[in-house]
Structures are given as structure tokens and as C-alpha cells.
């Protein structure tokens, strides 16, 4: 495997997860139902999927499914290109319904990035670095 392509994040009430992540920070998918059963987010070159977080633990292990709380021990990332659209997508987070824990700042590798949870408490990390690049499909370019 050489590419990650999709990220499914188990949530627990589809509803509220959806209208954050599509009505909220404005994520692209064609899903105009309010409680579909999964649904795909469009964010180039790869795809953000919210499945029902009881359905994911079946589909993992249906006799005995993985159950926890807590920090999971990683993150997502949404990478900006500028410093200001950190600020943006910080306040669209808030204003959305998720929860700032730790205010956008510069950090010690010289970018600039804060972090929030979304409604079911995964965490997200939101960065700019100066010197970043992004290919045609808005992937930031590792050098």
C-alpha cells in the first residue's frame, strides 16, 4: 500500500457529524439527505467517509467489536495555504459547533496551526508551513 485514499471516521449521531463537516466547514459531497447510512466527502485526492460509529465496530470484529473513548493516538489534518485560511477554517469550526483546543500559533517547525475536535471528539489538526506546496489535486507535496 503506498497511498492512503479514504478515511472513515467512526461517528456516533450521522446527523450531527454531516451538517458540521458539510454545512459547517463547507466539505464537498453530493449527499443532500439529512441521516444517510455513510457518506463520502470529496478533498483532492483523497476522500473523508463518516460511517456509523456501531456499524464500524461490527464491520471490524461483528463477535466482539472494538469499543474505547479518548484520545485515539492520531489526528487528521487539514493543510491551508496561508495562515489566514488557518484563522478561517478555525472560525468556521467554532462557529459549526466543534471545540478549539488549542488556538492557532506559531509552532516550533515554523508553521502555523492550531487544533480542534468535531462533534464526536476526534481531533484535528489545522496548518500552514511556509515553504509547503500542493500538487494539482490540492495534496501538499512532501519534499
Known sequence: MNRINLITL????METSLKFYRDGLGFSTIVKEEAPAIVFFNNGGS??????LEELSKDINEQEPP?????PGFTQA????????????????EQAGGKIVKKPQRVFWGGYSGYFT???GFYWEVAYGETWEFDENDMLVIK
Open 118 to 120: 468535531d462533534p464526536d
Open 47 to 52: 476522500k473523508l467517509a463518516l460511517y456509523p
Open 67 to 71: 469499543v474505547g473513548s479518548g484520545f
Open 78 to 93: 487539514y493543510n491551508a495555504k496561508s495562515a489566514d485560511e488557518v484563522d478561517r477554517i478555525m472560525e468556521k469550526v
Open 10 to 13: 467512526g461517528v456516533r449521531d
